[in-house]
């Protein structure tokens, strides 16, 4: 078995892990590149694979630098099929026509308004073929084997969001493992994620392997700068993402208005993707903590803006209120337009929900820049710009170790650190190596393992 890593390695983005036997060849992963320009290019790079060789992409969850770049393969002839979870079916079917959708209007505007080196600038791909590639989804319940050419594969729930898996992988006699991303022990929807089995190797993410997550309580800290907001007469600007992190956020502003520590300010949930999302979280009970009525007042805590005309309204708003919209780096969507115009307003606050990829637009503003680039004009950044923490779906160090002690691993077993900036990966393997007896290495762009 030969593993080439064309993905996910040293960034936290573009996961893809090519697996290969004498018969078979899978693709688990299958996401697009985010954040600095250099890696956002790779997008535009033919993979080094043929596609009329691979059998199967095995998806572990919906988020975009996982997923978002099957609608590229698609495009290009790819017509095999992706196993995944149901709930990260339904979930696809959200993101992926939306990621066109937004990559179509991006193209027009800066062609429209000549922002681009390009005469004619293009989408990687529209919405009406990321809308065709989910013709190839099919579903698989977790702990349930089945088979792709000669090898096994069973999902197991990795927490993180909805429908998320770790893949486990059996052939050639050795069984492998990709942890896909790992949730939190104490998450306020999730479960935590399912221990492992015994692996030869496991992929292991390393997001936060150099971090803890901060103790401070995420309720108090966000009733803290709801507060704030309301006493200063400003807005609350949260960027946030569809899935996940924006149903925390509104379940603690429920909670803490049923609570009485907030006032009841008006909420605006500017997301049609997001807006979308809601409806599944209730529909899949038996994979979140939350009952029925939490479900409700999640969903009924934010007054929905689903159309164009229906966001730029909010512009009129003088009284203290929020507004969460996507995208959660501040990279794209509609929270760009609110930031155009309250940027520049003292009272305004930014709270971000969460990990910043390097050379995103949140990035550069929590590290203090003092202007930001949007819509090719430079913005001078006066608002206040937090970040709310706790709120991660990924686990930290100690979670992953935690979690790893938890499993059924053998102590040698070997681990190859993917999906995790350089720093973060090589503080991770140190930290493993001091206090474990597993093999562990970090992966690198292109390196081709055997097995």
């Known amino acids: 078995m030969n593993i080439t890593f064309l993905g996910g390695t040293e960034t936290v983005t573009g996961s893809k892990f ?15 590149y985010q954040g600095y320009k250099w890696l956002r290019l790779r997008n535009r790079e033919p993979l ?9 992409i095995v998806l572990t969850h919906a988020h975009l630098d996982h ?43 800066y062609g429209k308004h000549k ?11 529209d919405k009406a073929t990321a809308e065709a590639s989910l013709s190839l989804f099919q579903p698989i319940s977790f702990d349930q084997e089945f088979a792709i050419g000669d090898i096994k594969v069973v999902l197991q729930s990795a927490g993180h969001i909805l429908g998320a898996a770790s893949v486990i992988l059996q052939a050639d006699g050795k069984r492998v493992g990709f942890s ?18 015994p692996l030869d190797l496991l992929m292991l993410e390393s997001t936060y392997g150099n971090r803890l997550h901060d103790k401070e309580d995420p309720l108090t800290q966000l009733a803290e700068i709801v507060n704030l907001t309301a ?31 907030i ?32 479900c409700f007042e999640m969903c ?61 637009r949140g990035a550069k503003m929590i590290a203090g820049e003092h202007s930001v680039k949007i819509h090719g004009k430079w913005l001078p950044v006066k608002a206040e710009v937090k970040v709310l923490h706790g709120l991660s779906a990924h686990g930290d160090y100690q979670e992953l170790t935690q979690w790893l002690q938890s499993s059924k691993l053998h102590p040698k077993t070997k681990i190859r650190l993917v999906h995790g900036e350089p720093d973060a990966s090589e503080a991770m393997r140190d930290h493993l190596m001091r206090n474990t007896q597993f093999d562990v290495e970090v992966a690198r762009y292109h390196e081709i393992l055997r097995l």
């Open 115 to 125: 922002l681009s080196r390009h005469k004619n600038p293009q989408p990687l791909y």
């Open 48 to 56: 080094p694979l043929d596609l009329k060789s691979l059998d199967a």
């Open 18 to 32: 090519l697996v290969e036997t004498s018969t078979s060849k899978i693709l688990i992963d299958c996401g697009l």
């Open 180 to 197: 896909g991303d790992i949730g939190r022990y104490h998450d306020h929807i999730m479960y935590p994620a399912k221990p492992l089995p």
């Open 231 to 261: 006493k200063n007469g400003g807005a609350l600007l949260i960027p946030s993402f569809a899935v996940g992190r924006t149903e925390s956020v509104l379940h603690m502003l429920a909670m803490l208005i049923k609570q009485q520590r």
């Open 263 to 294: 006032p009841k300010l008006p909420i605006f949930l500017d997301s049609p993707m997001a807006i979308n999302v809601f409806d599944l979280y209730c529909n899949y009970f038996d994979l979140i903590r939350l009952n029925k009525e939490q």
């Open 300 to 360: 009924n805590v934010a007054s929905f803006t689903k159309t164009v005309d229906e966001s730029k309204a909010l512009a009129d708003l003088r009284i203290p209120h929020i507004i969460i919209a996507g995208s959660g780096m501040a990279t794209g969507g509609r929270i760009l337009h609110h930031m155009k115009r309250l940027l520049g307003d003292y009272r305004t606050t930014i709270l971000f929900t969460g990990y910043l990829s390097g050379g995103t």
């Open 67 to 109: 997923s978002g770049f099957i609608p590229v393969l698609y495009k290009q002839g790819f017509r095999g099929p992706v196993y995944t979870h149901q709930a990260t079916i339904s979930l696809c079917s959200i993101l992926l026509p939306d990621s066109g959708h937004i990559q179509e209007d991006d193209a027009k505007f």
